[in-house]
């Protein structure tokens, strides 16, 4: 595979970003009809941070940093640094340098498939961060890779300039080009469930206020008294 650093990445507008970071990971998911997550094993070293920005991607081999270097000057403000290896490595690739120089820039958080280090200093310099381990292993810089291409994270394909959103929930990628969709969507489901809530509130079962009754009448689930119950009724 040709190695490259691309260079003008398309970005969505800041302000459609910034509202998106309103939303929590687990709405914006529910609005683009349960998409876009890239899986449960990355987990934040912080606790009640959400961030949202502009994906640059990093693909960086195995035990090697090298392309995470060649990464930060390309970030702006905005931006989170989306990393992962050519193979899967648990590797420290990253620590505290590299999150100095990355808040210098503007950018709002790293997201890796590796590991980090450092953490006790990312932590105090709330520079968030949502990884796969931490682990102190160093890596070199010797192996050439790519910045701003496609990567897989999880299952899900990252793209440059994809909007990612993150907060304890784990990690989500929106598409740079359903953006305005997403939002609008995740705007509607806040509704949605701001009405559920205050019914909840009033004591409205979900069960009604969904109708579910119906379907669980449909799948044949019985409603049955203990003494049915021990006496061999309602199974199966
Ligand atoms: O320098 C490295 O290899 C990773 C690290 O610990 C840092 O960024 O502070
Ligand atoms: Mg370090």
């Given at each position: 595979?040709k190695?490259?650093?691309?260079t ?5 507008e800041?302000?459609v970003?910034d ?11 529910e ?8 899986g449960?094993?990355?987990r ?9 920005g ?5 693909l960086?081999?195995p ?10 000057e390309q970030?702006r403000?905005?931006?989170?640094l989306?990393?992962?290896t050519a193979?899967p490595?648990l590797?420290g690739?990253?620590?505290e ?24 200093d990312l ?6 961060v949502w990884?796969?381990a931490v ?9 050439a ?8 994270v999880g ?6 300039g994809?909007?990612i959103v ?14 305005q ?5 995740a705007?509607a ?8 809530r ?14 579910l009754?119906?379907?669980?009448d449909?799948l044949g689930?019985k ?14």
């Open positions: 595979m190695t490259v650093v691309v003008d990445v398309r970005r969505a800041a302000s970003i509202k998106l970071g309103t939303h929590g990971v687990a709405t914006v998911h609005a683009m009809g349960r998409t876009g997550l890239v449960a094993s990355l934040p070293i912080q606790e009640g941070v959400r961030i949202a502009s994906a640059v991607t990093v960086c081999w035990g090697d940093n090298l392309m995470i270097h060649a990464a930060v970030c403000e905005g931006d989170v989306v990393v992962t193979s490595s590797d690739s990253f620590g340098l590299f999150a100095t120089a990355l808040q210098h820039r503007g950018v709002r958080g790293l997201v890796t498939t590796g590991g980090v280090r450092d953490v006790a932590r105090a310099m709330g520079f968030p990884s796969a682990n102190a292993q160093g890596t070199v810089k010797a192996t890779g790519s910045v701003n291409v496609p990567i897989t299952g899900t394909v990252v793209r440059p994809d909007v993150a907060d304890d929930d784990g990690v989500l990628c929106v598409p740079r080009l359903d953006v969709s997403a939002l609008e969507a705007d489901r806040v509704m949605k469930e701001a009405a559920s205050a019914a909840y509130l009033a004591g409205e079962l979900s069960l009604d206020r969904n109708r009754r119906g379907v669980l449909d689930v409603y049955v008294t203990t003494a049915e119950y021990e006496a061999g009724h309602g199974h199966g």
